[in-house]
């Protein structure tokens, strides 16, 4: 798969969260639930060392529940905080103020060791494009926050968010940009679209997901479609642009049409809630 990254981008991206997180006390980090690690930059441990730490598996709506759990295990096992949240819907969110006391627990005590009362604990938001920062933002901060810091017509400084609990969010997100060492991460992003769609080959893209979800969902497609989940991937595709009525001048069928139905019902959730990759599994102690 060619995905063309743009370095000058990255290098941007890099040097303005390096400035900012040295402003902040924690780093909420959004993962998308479906794929937790590679919608993940592990840069981001390097760039956030010595802060705390919260990982929200955000999307948490669209992702099997029951692989939610084990991922949220597997992040606090590495000594993450974790929530699961629906930025959009806010489900998970209300958790999210106490977790964050919990997490900035060591600031907290040593801001009262050193006789500092009320400092705020600083906050930003970090995740690669479209992992969800600007819905979890506005969700998070709600309605009745005001934004603190510069007054409009004064361009340097920062934005802050005040939330209640004390807690100040940089109103800008770190970005973070995707990594692909393992060549699969590419294809899973692409699944939930995270990767923009017309640099794909999305009907190609289209029978990867077939075959996934037939190994690992199988029934999805059979509920949703009314088609057999027999025969080769490509079979499959042409059955459900037969019954969508995929058709193309002349009654030739359109498989790039199909191809969109599948991805839009897919990644709107329309198929079930499907978690695209798993955590490690443990090695069992002898
Ligand atoms: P950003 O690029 O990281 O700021 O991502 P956005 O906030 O723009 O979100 C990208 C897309 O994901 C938008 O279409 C959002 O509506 C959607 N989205 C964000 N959070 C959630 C969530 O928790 N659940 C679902 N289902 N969709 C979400």
Redesign the pocket.
Known sequence: MNINWYPGHMTKAKRQMQEDIRLIDLIIE?VDARVPLSSRNPDIDQLGMNKARLILL?????ADDRQNERWKEYFQEKGFHVVK?????GAGIKAIQAVIQEACKEKIERDRRRGIKNRPIRAMVA??????????INTFAGKACAKTGNKPGVTKGKQWIRLNKGVELLDT?GILWPKFEDPDTGKKLAFVGSIKDDILNMEELSLELIGFLREYYPGVIHKRYDVQEEGRDVEILEAIAKVRGCLKKGEELDYGKASGILFDDFR??KLGRITVEWPPVKEEKA
């Open positions: 959004l955000n999307k948490a709506d669209l949240v629906d930025s959009r819907n995740g690669i494009p479209n992992v969800g920062k600007s819905t979890f997100p709107s959730g």
